[in-house]
Structures are given as C-alpha cells and as structure tokens.
C-alpha cells in the first residue's frame, strides 16, 4: 500500500475564476485555478506583473468574490460567504499580508499589531506583550510609537508582516512580502515566515524575488491567470 505524507490542506482553490467587466469587454484575470495549499510547506506564487496573483490570493483569502468556483479554508466552504459570515476562520487562523500593507493610519505600529490581536480575543496585556514581541522580531522594538506616516515603507511591510505572524495563525497568506525590503532584511523575515511552518501550519507567499525561491518546498508558477508549473522542491 502506498503511505502519502498527507499533512492538512489549509486553503484550497477549486476551479477558482475572477472575470473583471461586463460583457462583451470581460477580462478574465484568474482562469478555472484549482491548487491545494498544505500544511508543513512554504509555497510560493511566481508570475508576472498582472497575471493575476493578488487576486488569487485575495479570493482564496475571501476578501475578494468569486466569478466561479470554490474556495476552502480549512476544511470550510468560504464561497460567496462575506467576511461578516465567516470572520472566526480568518481572525483566528489565516494572517494576511496586503500588498499594499493596509495598516490602520492612526494608530502607532505597536497598536496595529496589539489590534489584531485583540480582535482575535487576546486581553490587552497579554495583546500588547505579544505585539511587542512580534515587532522586535522583525526588527522595529525602536519603532513601536511610530505611525505608519514616520515610517519608512520597508518598516510599515515589516508591520503588516508582524500584523500576520501574531497569534500564530495557522496559514500565513502574504503578497510580495519582501517587496520594500533589502536583502538582508528580506533573508530575515522569510526565515521568521519559514520558521512557522509546521506539520499544522503553512505559508503561501507571493513574490518576484528570485532570492526567496531557496527557501520554498513549493512553487507555483501563474501566467495570465493559469498555474503553468507546480514544482515540488524536494520530490
Ligand atoms: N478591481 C479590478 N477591476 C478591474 N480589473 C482588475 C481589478 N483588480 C485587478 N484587475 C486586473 O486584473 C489583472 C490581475 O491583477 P492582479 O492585481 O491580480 O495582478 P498581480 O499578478 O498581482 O500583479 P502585480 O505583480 O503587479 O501585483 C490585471 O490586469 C488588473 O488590471
Ligand atoms: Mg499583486
């Protein structure tokens, strides 16, 4: 009998289409993708500008509707569910990282991260500590006060990235992580980002950069909204 190493499918993508537009100008930016994101990888998502990657992400996150298709977050059918309907799944076990970062422009880096957990129903003490935690660990413990306003971008990505890695979600889905980060940096925080993945928990990251590719179990490459490679680093 064959044994598989079958460790948990977090998120799963099943026929998955985003078609932008209406008739006869429709442009379809994620055609029928069908991809199973699993536990104990980090997989990245390599394509070009606008092939559809940010999209993807988005509608397998649930922040984005589906033209077709189906979305499972671990385990649950999230289609066509808006997030009002299903906040418990990603509060408490997805960490997102916008591209754009999206963090709260009023509040200190500190209160960014500290509110994420709080919706996540951590008491404040404990929210703050961990928060403060998170941010040394990407290297903003002199930052903490600042809004994103006196930040540089590299440290507001460095936020959104500590945003994602509090409370130890179960599957990290961030895009272009690395984008505004030198090497040096960005080497430091997809090791943090690799370190949590685990025989539960797993890390679907999107990128341009080439440097992050020794890092990946996994990698799916997107063109013009169709996966044309999936390769398995260690089969
Ligand atoms: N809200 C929208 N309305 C119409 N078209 C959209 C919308 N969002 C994205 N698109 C189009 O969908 C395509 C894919 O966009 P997407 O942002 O997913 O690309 P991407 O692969 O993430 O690109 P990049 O690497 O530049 O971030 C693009 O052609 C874009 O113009
Ligand atoms: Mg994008």
Do not use: C, W
């Not at 980090?42 to 999209?55: A, H």
């Not at 298709?69 to 808006?82: C, P």
């Not at 994103?148 to 409370?167: D, N």
Request: glycine share 8%; net charge neutral; proline share 5%.
């Amino acid at each position: 009998m064959e044994t598989e190493t079958a460790f948990p499918v977090l998120a799963r993508a099943d026929q998955l289409t985003k078609v932008y537009g209406d008739p006869p100008v429709q442009n379809t930016v994620v055609d029928a993708v069908t991809v199973s994101v699993r536990a104990n990888e980090l997989t990245l998502l390599m394509g070009p500008s606008g092939s559809g990657k940010t999209t993807l992400l988005m509608m397998m996150a649930g922040l984005v509707d589906v033209s077709a298709g189906r979305v499972e977050l671990f385990g649950t059918n999230i289609t066509g569910r808006s997030i009002a309907k299903a906040p418990g799944i990603r509060r408490h076990r997805l960490g997102f990282i916008f591209q754009h970062y999206n963090l709260f422009p009023a509040l200190t880096a500190l209160e960014n991260v500290a509110e994420v957990l709080r919706l996540k129903g951590v008491a404040a003490a404990d929210a703050y500590a961990e928060a403060e935690k998170t941010l040394q660990a990407v290297g903003l413990g002199d930052r903490l006060q600042h809004r994103p306003a006196m930040l540089s971008g590299g440290q507001q990505q460095r936020v959104a990235i500590a945003r994602a890695l509090a409370g130890n979600p179960a599957l990290i889905i961030g895009d272009e992580p690395t984008a505004a980060l030198d090497t040096k940096t960005g080497q430091k925080v997809v090791a943090l980002l690799k370190q949590t993945v685990g025989p539960e928990r797993g890390v679907l990251l999107v990128t341009h950069d080439p440097r992050l590719e020794p890092h990946a179990d996994r990698i799916l490459r997107i063109e013009d909204g169709r996966i044309t490679a999936d390769e398995d680093k260690h089969a």
